[in-house]
Every structure is written in structure tokens, then in C-alpha cells.
């Protein structure tokens, strides 16, 4: 799978930045997705042997051991991330808040399966958390963890404001 | 990451995921968890 992603900023801003944010959230993104899919995938693996079971009947398909082994994601911590960045000038994290949560709409903004994407009119327009949404979003696909959505927060506010 | 020419870059990354494709898929689509 891959994805072509044309972002056209209205602003200078400098590439570097981008590059390091979208350098280190993809892995982060594509390892929650990875421990998403597993965990649903093991949550149907065991409704369909408790159904079989129920039913009496002998499950047929092959045994799949899912331990875990990529999920990641909770294992993330604030220290991970400053480690990412250990001579940044960032300030520090600021808590996530519930308007940035609510802010991560991607309600709206979702692409259409029939049709191209057409990222490059949302990014790098605001000069706020909006930002923020848009560049996780942009790294989409994935799941932004709070944490690392207040860091890029905090960083995008000193590369443009600062 | 790396420059593919130009104002162009090239980001590589991949991971194994232990669940079939649809399941993947599934995941990928469901815009309104994504913040989840």
C-alpha cells in the first residue's frame, strides 16, 4: 500500500520540520494501526471460538497466536518522545486537551474511497491546533496518540509562532 | 525519509500485522475511531 501525499503550503515553513514530525509519527502511526487490527482480529478470533463452542462445533480454521507482539502503543511515553528530539529547543509537552481532542476531526474531512484525496487545501493553513490535526491527519493512516499529538502541538507552535 | 528529487520526499516504512488485509482495511477506513 502507499500513498501519494502533495502538500502545498501558503507559508513558508520549513521542510525539516515536516520531515522530522512525519518521520516520526509514521512508524508510531503504523504500529497502532498494526495493534488495532490485531486486537479486532483477536477479539473475532475468540467471539468465533466461543460461538463454535456454544454450538458444539469443532473451529477448523487454523490456530493464530497473537500475543502482542507489535502493539506498541502503550508503551509510548512522554520520555519516548522527548528522546526523539533530545536537542530540540521545544518547550515542553503541553497536557492534551479535551478541545484538542475534539478538535481531531477528521469528521468532515475523511476521504472518499471513490475519489483522489485532496489533502493539500487543509494543511498548513492555520497557524493553531487545527495545524496539528491536519499534519496528523496528513500522516494518516493511523491513530495520533494524545501524547505525541500535544508534542507536535508544542513543536509546530515554536517552529511558526516562536 | 530521504529526497526524491527536488522539493520531493520519499518515506519508506513497513510493519507486519498479524491480522488478515480485511481486518486491516477495516481499520483504516474507520475515519471516526481514528482519534481513538
Given at each position: 500500500?502507499?500513498?501519494?501525499?502533495?502538500?502545498?503550503?501558503?507559508?513558508?515553513?520549513?521542510?525539516?520540520?515536516?520531515?522530522?514530525?512525519?518521520?516520526?509519527?509514521?512508524?508510531?502511526?503504523?504500529?497502532?494501526?498494526?495493534?488495532?487490527a490485531?486486537?479486532?482480529?483477536?477479539?473475532?478470533?475468540?467471539?468465533?471460538?466461543?460461538?463454535?463452542?456454544?454450538?458444539?462445533?469443532?473451529?477448523?480454521?487454523?490456530?493464530?497466536?497473537?500475543?502482542?507482539?507489535?502493539?506498541?502503543?502503550?508503551?509510548?511515553?512522554?520520555?519516548?518522545?522527548?528522546?526523539?528530539?533530545?536537542?530540540?529547543?521545544?518547550?515542553?509537552?503541553?497536557?492534551?486537551?479535551?478541545?484538542?481532542?475534539?478538535?481531531?476531526?477528521?469528521?468532515?474531512?475523511?476521504?472518499?474511497?471513490?475519489?483522489?484525496?485532496?489533502?493539500?487545501?487543509?494543511?498548513?493553513?492555520?497557524?493553531?491546533?487545527?495545524?496539528?490535526?491536519?499534519?496528523?491527519?496528513l500522516?494518516?493512516?493511523?491513530?495520533?496518540?494524545?501524547?505525541?499529538a500535544?508534542?507536535?502541538?508544542?513543536?509546530?507552535?515554536?517552529?511558526?509562532?516562536? | 525519509?530521504?529526497?526524491?528529487?527536488?522539493?520531493?520526499?520519499?518515506?519508506?516504512?513497513?510493519?507486519?500485522?498479524?491480522?488478515?488485509?480485511?481486518?486491516?482495511?477495516?481499520?483504516?477506513?474507520?475515519?471516526?475511531?481514528?482519534?481513538?
Open positions: 500500500m502507499s500513498y501519494e501525499v502533495n502538500v502545498m503550503p501558503r507559508y513558508n515553513f520549513p521542510a525539516i520540520f515536516l520531515e522530522r514530525i512525519i518521520g516520526s509519527d509514521l512508524p508510531v502511526n503504523l504500529q497502532a494501526l498494526a495493534c488495532r490485531e486486537r479486532d482480529f483477536e477479539g473475532d478470533q475468540k467471539a468465533g471460538i466461543t460461538e463454535s463452542e456454544t454450538s458444539m462445533t469443532v473451529p477448523t480454521s487454523p490456530s493464530v497466536s497473537l500475543d502482542g507482539a507489535f502493539c506498541e502503543k502503550d508503551k509510548l511515553t512522554t520520555g519516548d518522545l522527548k528522546e526523539s528530539y533530545p536537542s530540540s529547543t521545544f518547550s515542553p509537552m503541553p497536557p492534551p486537551s479535551n478541545d484538542l481532542n475534539n478538535s481531531w476531526g477528521m469528521l468532515g474531512k475523511a476521504c472518499r474511497l471513490e475519489r483522489r484525496c485532496m489533502v493539500d487545501e487543509v494543511h498548513l493553513r492555520r497557524f493553531d491546533g487545527q495545524l496539528v490535526t491536519d499534519l496528523l491527519w500522516l494518516s493512516p493511523g491513530f495520533p496518540l494524545p501524547e505525541r500535544a508534542f507536535v502541538l508544542a513543536v509546530a507552535d515554536k517552529v511558526i509562532l516562536g | 525519509m530521504k529526497e526524491n528529487g527536488g522539493v520531493h520526499r520519499c518515506v519508506i516504512a513497513s510493519i507486519t500485522v498479524k491480522a488478515p488485509v480485511r481486518e486491516v482495511w477495516n481499520v483504516l477506513t474507520a475515519y471516526e475511531s481514528l482519534p481513538e
